[in-house]
């Protein structure tokens, strides 16, 4: 579908969802739901304030190893095939107004068109969201940080299997990448825009 005419293609604040469209069906998923499902609903209020100011959406996502595959059919696997994660998924079903970027690593920008995209959008301050801190988010955190982003990480906009975890990686990305922490209800956009 076409993007509505009154949203932009250019903006200095992205808002950055990772792997938050995940069928969970994996060793720790079990221990992931409730967190994911927690954020889910964080993000899910948060990302409706960033879109009220014209603020786009990037849905970050891993292929799973299935190559053939696009965002597209992986939304609707995680929607239709009875797996862990599907309310995360309907919480976060994307807009037609946003963006994706399929990723096959840790980073979303490694291998991807992500870098293209933010230059194009003229983005200055990233949000990151998603899952997992350690992990996924914080790798992709390090390559933003590398091509010189402002990062904002909230806490209540990302997860990871249990909080002490979650709460090393915060304190990783705050002081390798520069990122600042507030919780998602703190950050004041306007000095952003």
Not at 77 to 88: I, Y
Not at 161 to 170: G, I, P, S, Y
Request: proline share 4%; aromatic share 8%; hydrophobic share 40%.
């Amino acid at each position: 579908m076409n993007k509505p005419a009154d949203f932009p293609d250019k903006s200095k604040v992205v808002l950055i969802i990772i792997d938050m469209i995940n069928d969970l069906e994996f060793e720790d998923g079990e221990k992931m739901l409730s967190p994911a499902l927690a954020a889910a609903h964080n993000i899910r209020k948060f990302k409706s304030q960033l879109r009220d100011k014209t603020i786009p959406t990037i849905y970050v996502n891993d292929n799973f190893g299935k190559w053939r595959s696009d965002f597209r059919q992986l939304v609707k696997h995680v929607l239709e095939d009875d797996v862990r994660g599907e309310e995360v998924a309907r919480l976060l079903h994307p807009d037609d107004e946003d963006y994706f970027v399929i990723k096959a690593r840790h980073s979303g920008f490694f291998g991807t068109t992500l870098e293209i995209l933010l230059q194009h959008m003229g983005a200055q301050t990233l949000i990151l969201a998603g899952l997992t801190a350690d992990m996924c988010v914080q790798f992709t955190a390090q390559d933003a940080h590398m091509r010189q982003y402002e990062l904002i990480v909230p806490p209540d906009l990302v997860l990871c299997a249990d909080e002490d975890t979650k709460q090393t990686a915060l304190s990783q990305i705050a002081a390798t990448c520069k990122a600042i922490t507030p919780f998602s209800y703190d950050i004041n956009l306007e000095e952003y825009l």
